[in-house]
């Protein structure tokens, strides 16, 4: 209720009852064609959020318009985050005026069920299902709300196969994974520690079924490479990581003073309030690392927090330039965090929820008020 009351804020409060304000849609990339006659929110001089995007690709998921391919930037490495944008096509009966309205909605109720997962996480480790509440502290997920991006339901399906994987429910934990592969990649890092840990615990029956897994992804993954066998799909990737620590080094010194990133200015607010989220940031690696060690947090969670770190300590600037970006792109570290301090009873939940909760604040507020 409390993401549906801030989602309705924004929307009609912030952009007068226009969703699309939400995707942030630029001047400087082709809009899709089955947009023609919709009333939208653009922001003139700007490239466009990764939520114009998926607003593309939520109207034609199977790109089957040639002119829907034209309106993304890379459709191979876009079109294979095919679950959050099909679903917002099924639950907007492919309606352009109601798939606007979907794609936030589906973020709305990412939320509830996060919550629902986390206090179900929470039982399991014999706490209180109050602390699935935690969850409206984390300032990535405020930040996908207000995209309009595929993060949310990545991280809530992360959710589902940390609590299939802890009850040794396969089939839940075979269908959240292969649901997640099909909305980011990434999720074959939770995959990857799925499988070790089944290889740890001598679980050879789970086997077969985890290989299986990453099948649809790899089959859609082949359409969309013999379709646009001219794109390079590894271009923006490429982009988004560097050699350990390089990144994090690059944006420590952007925070100090002592580097200009290119194409990116911070102000004085937005300096400091960038220094609190990447605090946070860099606070949420350390959990993770200190999760790995702990026997309490059990394997699964150890081996995924593992597998998180290495990709999380190479990323670049493209990424950690600014703040909405990285938290955003990153929400599955603050997910496995929570997940890992409630199972180990950590001292250090407290703190960092309220750590998460300033900037989480201090998003909102910043959003609301001097966001265009």
């Known amino acids: 209720m409390l993401a549906l009351l801030v989602w309705a804020l924004v929307v009609f409060g912030k952009y007068g009852g226009n969703p699309s304000g939400l995707a942030r849609i630029g001047d400087q990339i082709p809009l899709s064609p089955r947009l023609e006659g919709q009333s939208l929110v653009v922001l003139a001089g700007k490239r466009g959020n990764d939520g114009q995007q998926f607003l593309s690709l939520a109207l034609d998921p199977l790109q089957a318009d040639p002119r829907t391919s034209a309106a993304l930037d890379n459709p191979i490495y876009r079109g294979k985050r095919l679950l959050y944008p099909l679903l917002a096509w099924l639950l907007g009966f ?19 069920c996060a919550g629902g997962l986390v206090a179900r996480w929470a039982q399991l480790h014999q706490r209180s299902p109050q602390w699935g509440l935690a ?17 949310l339901l990545a991280t809530t399906l992360l959710l589902a196969a940390a609590v299939a994987a802890q009850q040794r429910r396969l089939g839940p934990l075979a269908a959240s994974l292969t649901a997640a592969l099909l909305t980011r990649e990434t999720s074959l890092l939770a995959w990857a520690a799925t499988a070790l840990t089944a290889l740890w615990e001598r679980r050879w029956r789970w086997l077969v079924p985890l290989a299986l897994v990453p099948v649809p992804l790899l089959a859609w993954m082949a359409r969309l490479r013999h379709r646009f066998a001219a794109t390079a ?21 952007q925070l100090l003073g ?20 990447f605090l946070l940031w860099l606070a949420t690696l350390g959990l993770l690392a200190v999760a790995v060690g702990q026997r309490s947090t ?13 990709p999380a300590l190479c990323t670049s600037t493209q990424i950690l330039a600014r703040f909405p970006d990285y938290t955003r792109v990153w929400i599955d570290l603050a997910s496995l965090a929570l997940l890992a301090l409630l199972a180990g009873r950590s001292g250090w939940l407290k703190p960092w929820l309220a750590l998460a909760s300033l900037v989480s604040i201090g998003y909102g507020a910043g959003y609301l008020v001097l966001a265009p």
């Open 94 to 112: 492919g309606q352009p005026g109601l798939i606007l309205w979907m794609l936030g909605l589906i973020n709305v109720a990412c939320i509830g």
């Open 135 to 151: 969850v409206l502290a984390l300032p990535g997920i405020w930040i996908t709300l207000s995209l309009d991006t595929a993060d």
């Open 233 to 253: 799909d590894g271009t923006l990737a490429s982009l988004h990581f560097t050699w350990p620590f390089t990144g994090v080094l690059r944006k420590a010194a």
């Open 258 to 277: 002592l580097l200009q990133l290119p194409g990116v200015e911070l102000g004085g607010a937005e300096r400091l309030f960038d220094g609190l989220c």
């Open 298 to 310: 059990g394997r699964w969670l150890r081996l995924a927090a593992g597998c998180y770190l290495l």
